[in-house]
């Protein structure tokens, strides 16, 4: 077998609800700033929920690195993508004129509900106007590998290249399977993460009649309340985490800002139920514990979480039930050395598919830092959601080995261990 080569993240491209690139995300997530709104439409006036994580005022920057003429035929989700994707590179220093071996970059890009704004815009032109009128792009402009198909044709990316589909898992393992990916010899370089756009009438009536979505009515930046007793349910969201993975030899070769080292991940199926976690959180528990291992580390290593924290009260509980699980002693708030939890979602809303790749990137940000960022309006505690979640306002704090959680619907479970460099 031949070695396993060391992981680093050297690019990072975020564009979510709280700001559109990845220095003013950083610093407004530290001051516990919520990009979460209203949203006004006619065609939701007799929709329960009206609090979305929408993304604002991106389209100068798209217009930047996305032609016209590729704009008109593809969907949003693929904007995102295009948007996050082009500031990893230069933030890597990767530059389509630097000479690095092509056909060793790769793409490995995640996604949840894909096209779903082409999929609705074409269905209704089918229905007013007849068949001949839909767009012959709806099916490139829809299908979910077009995120990463783009992201290769427009950065000349050779090697390998996919798009995982395991709903708010769906980015987490895209980070895993590009990390195992260099770990493993297949290729140098990969541009990964997640992009997600489906804020639609359509998606929001099926979360709403599923009870999953909030119906908060106050202050919008108060609707999202991971592990608080107010919480009602999570805040639909989107955006786009684009991360720049290398080989650390290679990385340090060149003398790239080097955000943190990848180094264990963990995948795996609860088995349970089409929607919600197994109870005890078993799947949860064992992605966990095989990343710690796939990362050589013990779990009294671990001096951050990033939990998926989607304020469900459902979500909530197991995945704090699971924390104990995994962690014990080691995680009591009585423990002055314990690990520390947050939900960024509490700012950022849920990103379904791209939470992951964004909560990933947030992570390598905290590590490299020694900041943790809040979790807000944690104001009245749930009794059995009794860890301490960084409340309020985002903590210094020395870590070498953070995690980021990532559940889906369905029982996949997605756990990337980072390290400190």
Same mark, same amino acid.
């Given at each position: ?52 994580g ?8 798209l ?38 071996? @092509? ?30 009128r ?5 099916i490139?402009?829809?299908?979910i ?40 010899g =297949? ?26 979505i ?32 290398? @080989? ?15 180094v ?39 001096? =951050?979480?990033?939990?998926?924290? #989607? ?41 379904l ?9 947030? #992570? ?24 301490? =979640? ?10 070498? =080995? ?9 029982g ?10």
């Amino acid at each position: 077998m031949s070695k396993k080569q060391k992981v680093a993240i050297t690019g990072i491209g975020l564009i979510n609800p709280i700001a559109n690139n990845t220095i003013e995300t950083w610093n407004l997530l530290l001051k516990g700033k919520s990009g979460l709104s209203f949203l006004e439409k006619d065609e939701l006036k007799d929709y329960p929920c009206k609090v979305f994580g929408l993304v604002k005022n991106e389209k100068e920057i798209l217009n930047k690195v996305f032609s016209f003429n590729n704009q008109r035929k593809t969907d949003r989700f693929i904007h995102l993508a295009m948007i996050a994707g082009k500031e990893a590179l230069l933030d890597s220093g990767l530059s389509k004129e630097l000479p690095v071996n @092509r056909e060793r970059f790769g793409t490995s890009i995640g996604v949840g509900f894909g096209g779903i704004q082409s999929i609705e815009t074409g269905k209704d032109c089918l229905i007013k106007k007849g068949l001949k009128r839909v767009s012959p792009f709806l099916i490139p402009q829809s299908i979910i590998n077009q995120a990463a198909a783009h992201l290769s044709m427009e950065h000349n990316l050779q090697g390998p290249t996919c798009s995982i589909v395991n709903a708010c898992s769906s980015s987490g393992d895209s980070v895993g399977n590009a990390f195992r990916m260099i770990r493993d010899g =297949y290729a140098d370089y990969m541009l990964t993460g997640g992009t997600e756009s489906s804020i639609t009438p359509l998606s929001i009536a099926a979360f709403g009649n599923m009870r999953a979505i909030t119906h908060w009515k106050k202050k919008p930046e108060k609707a999202c309340r991971p592990f608080d007793k107010d919480r009602s349910g999570f805040v639909m969201s989107e955006g786009a985490g684009i991360l720049l993975l290398e @080989r650390m030899d290679l990385a340090k070769k060149r003398g790239a800002n080097i955000y943190a080292e990848i180094v264990g991940y963990g995948s795996t199926s609860d088995a349970y139920h089409i929607t919600a976690m197994h109870p005890e959180g078993r799947g949860a528990i064992k992605a966990i514990q095989v990343a710690l291992k796939d990362a050589k580390i013990n779990k009294n290593e671990i001096g =951050y979480i990033n939990a998926h924290g #989607t304020s469900t009260k459902m979500n909530d509980i197991i995945e704090t039930k699971v924390l104990k699980n995994v962690f014990l002693d080691h995680i009591s708030p009585k423990n002055p050395n314990r690990a520390l939890v947050s939900s960024t979602k509490s700012m950022t809303g849920h990103m379904l598919g791209a939470a992951g790749g964004v909560e990933i990137s947030l #992570t390598a940000l905290a590590l490299k830092n020694e900041t943790l960022p809040p979790t807000i309006n944690l104001d009245h505690p749930d009794d059995e959601c009794n860890l301490d =979640y960084i409340p309020h306002y985002a903590r210094d704090k020395k870590c070498e =080995y953070a995690i980021s959680n990532s559940f889906g619907f369905g029982g996949g479970n997605s756990v990337i261990v980072l390290k400190k460099i």
